[in-house]
């Protein structure tokens, strides 16, 4: 289970200081699907940097099963993001030069590990890319290439995977196969799993939403609909289709 107990983060200092989270708790069951939703500068990708140890709070506690993340040294902290930690990204970011199934085990190789040879076959078939795992990013579509970076995410059997925006440079049905995706390798392997999105359909195929405003989570929403999303934050002031990047 991944705990966030009263986080704060503030940037810069003095007149400058903004406190970009002010006192987040919030427990996300193992095996669960959060989408965390807000208006620009709410918060989020603060959240996510601090909830995955990529960013430290500068009060409050995030622990992963027990373990508290500010209480590692930096090296034990990227050991966890590369063990426990799963990340997709809006981007992609995988590597032009090399073939599909070369980026799904790149972590690993880079951690010193020698995989079996058919463990990539074995995760792009998971995420639909059977038999396309010679080829190179530039010879697959946009909701393919997210395919290969999840697959990617998951080599490792993460206890959390986190996503940023990881639906936002794909077209309506390819986000949905996308987020489809999502919730069967959930009810395979039961990796918490934890979006940034500003879309509320996408929110929608969480389990529930958190609300940020301001740096606090001023709602949950279980069992999401879109509709209810947009209502949400509409009530924020935000237009979620004109905020839609
Ligand atoms: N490195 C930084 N230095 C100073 N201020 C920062 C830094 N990173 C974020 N902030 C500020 O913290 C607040 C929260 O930013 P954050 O990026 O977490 O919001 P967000 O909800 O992800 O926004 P968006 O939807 O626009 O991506 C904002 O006011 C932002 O300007």
């Known amino acids: 289970m991944l705990r966030l107990t009263e986080v704060c983060r503030v940037h810069g200092e003095g007149d400058t200081a903004v406190h970009a989270l002010r006192g987040v708790s919030h427990e996300f069951a193992a095996g669960s699907f959060t989408a965390i939703m807000g208006p620009s500068g709410s918060g989020k990708s603060t959240l996510l940097h601090c909830a995955s140890g990529l960013d430290t709070p500068t009060s409050g506690t995030v622990q992963l099963d027990g373990l508290e993340l500010s209480a590692l040294d930096e090296r034990a902290r990227t050991e966890l993001r590369r063990d426990r930690i799963g990340f997709v990204f809006q981007a992609f970011n995988l590597v032009a030069s090399l073939t599909a199934e070369q980026n799904v ?137 004109g905020s839609e990047a």
């Open 105 to 241: 085990l790149l972590p690993l190789r880079l951690a010193g590990q020698r995989p079996p040879a058919t463990l990539a076959a074995e995760l792009l078939a998971e995420v639909g890319l059977g038999g396309l795992g010679q080829r190179r990013p530039g010879q697959l579509s946009g909701g393919q290439q997210q395919r290969v970076a999840i697959a990617r995410a998951l080599a490792a059997r993460p206890a959390v995977l986190f996503a940023d925006e990881p639906t936002g440079a794909l077209d309506t049905t390819t986000a949905r196969a996308v987020l489809d995706l999502f919730r069967a390798t959930i009810d395979t392997h039961r990796q918490t799993t934890v979006m940034v999105t500003h879309d509320p359909v996408a929110a929608s195929a969480a389990d529930r939403v958190l609300v940020l405003a301001d740096g606090r989570v001023v709602d949950v929403l279980t069992d999401p609909t879109p509709a209810l999303v947009a209502d949400r934050l509409a009530g924020l002031g935000v237009d979620p289709v």
